[in-house]
């Protein structure tokens, strides 16, 4: 249901043209568990922001359910990407001002969810990745673990249709990194949403039921278990 | 040479206290490569930030060659830093409008290092981290784990006494990681330089001679191979 076809990112760099992502092909189905790995550099975090609708692709198509994102008007694709993708970000971009719960919640408001069910589900997720007691705190009160850990509850939250992590387990120690994985496989094999990581963590790789392997902005291997 | 003496943190909380650092002593010998692990929010980055002099305790002491540091006056402490500690932080903290380049001089310009030696310093480290091409970058233009390497590059430049490292190697791929950690146990070796990492890479315990670990602001466990 995703499809990526000649998919290419080029920046301008001070010295010279970069080109991230180089001319990419890839298919994705409902309900897969993928992830992506590569050097430091390779185009992860870039191949996530197009395939999310976060940054435009220099040429080439992302496809999801039959929809070209990228041809869709800016304030249609911020609807599709409110009503489908939960992204969690490399650095968090959590909002400074809102507390930890008010950033889980802040998706669910622009959807409209009820606030009864909006607490509810704050509640839940907050607790499952064990920060409950400090839904209150802002971030800058957060260790980066915890800060990293709002950032998953927040993209989980909404329960999207697709979630894009770039590498969610960064900053957490090896049973929050458990507990995390427990709950996206739940909610993958209940709910069948998608998961696409991208990541450097063995233990996230492990887990995958698909590894991609990126390297200079090219798939160098696909394998699925 | 850095001895720590019932070594306390507390921050306000919204709800409540939180006691970050619980009466902690601890000692560090020159020349150490020792890890610090812990669950999330066990305490790691404020200890850290208490013994480079960034956060001030609330009660206890910091004692580094002799001197008390949270004793000194702020403009004695800040150059005290200068001189001896160098810094990885958790989350990189490069200045935006600087280049990778600029990023890495920064500290041998405040320590009046000559130009030339800055220079070639700034052209060695970049290169040992596998980034040398992008030295004319800002921070936004380059991947997590490129400005984690810049952040790395900045600490080791002036070649500091301290390298007090907060999860330096969290957004590396495997690669990178090896060559960080290669970079750093030669300096330990050749230079003397004490290391002192919070982390919850695998990679790095398995390198390091000392693991001490934290949970709940306590020392749990002190082992040296
Ligand atoms: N400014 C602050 N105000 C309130 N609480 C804080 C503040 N800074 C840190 N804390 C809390 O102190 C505890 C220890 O935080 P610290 O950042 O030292 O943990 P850590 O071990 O580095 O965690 P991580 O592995 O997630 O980086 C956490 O519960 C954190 O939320
Ligand atoms: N705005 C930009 N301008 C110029 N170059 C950029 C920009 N954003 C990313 N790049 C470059 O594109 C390449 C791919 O970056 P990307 O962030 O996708 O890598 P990554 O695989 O996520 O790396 P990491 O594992 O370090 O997070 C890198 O060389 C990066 O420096
Ligand atoms: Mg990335
Ligand atoms: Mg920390």
């Known amino acids: 249901i995703i499809k990526i076809s000649n998919l290419t990112k080029v920046y301008d760099g001070s010295a010279n043209e970069i080109v991230a ?19 430091s550099g390779s185009g992860k975090t870039t191949l996530l922001n197009m395939i999310g609708g976060l ?3 220099t040429s080439g198509e992302v496809n999801i359910d039959g929809q070209d994102i990228w041809r869709l008007s800016s304030r249609k694709l911020t609807d599709f990407r409110l009503k489908n993708i939960g992204f969690v970000f490399q650095s968090y971009n959590l909002i400074p001002v809102l507390t930890a719960g008010e950033n889980t919640e802040f998706i669910m408001q622009l959807q409209g969810k009820p606030r009864n069910e909006r607490s509810r589900r704050i509640k839940e997720l907050l607790e499952a990745v064990g920060i ?17 850990r709002v950032a998953v ?15 969610p387990t960064a900053n957490l120690d090896s049973k929050s990194t458990e507990t995390l994985l427990e709950i996206m496989e739940l909610l993958n094999k ?18 995958a039921r698909r590894v991609i392997t990126l390297v200079d902005g090219k798939v160098e291997s696909d394998v699925s278990k």
């Open 21 to 39: 992502v180089n001319n990419l092909n890839l298919e994705f189905e409902k309900g897969e568990f993928a992830a992506i790995v590569g050097p």
């Open 55 to 57: 940054d435009r692709p």
């Open 132 to 148: 409950a007691d400090r839904e209150k705190s802002r971030p800058n009160k957060l260790s980066g673990g915890q800060q990293q």
């Open 153 to 167: 509850a927040r993209a989980l939250a909404s329960k999207p249709t697709f979630i894009l992590a770039d590498e």
């Open 190 to 207: 209940t709910e069948d949403v998608t998961f696409i990581f991208s990541t450097h963590d063995a233990r996230v790789v492990k887990k």
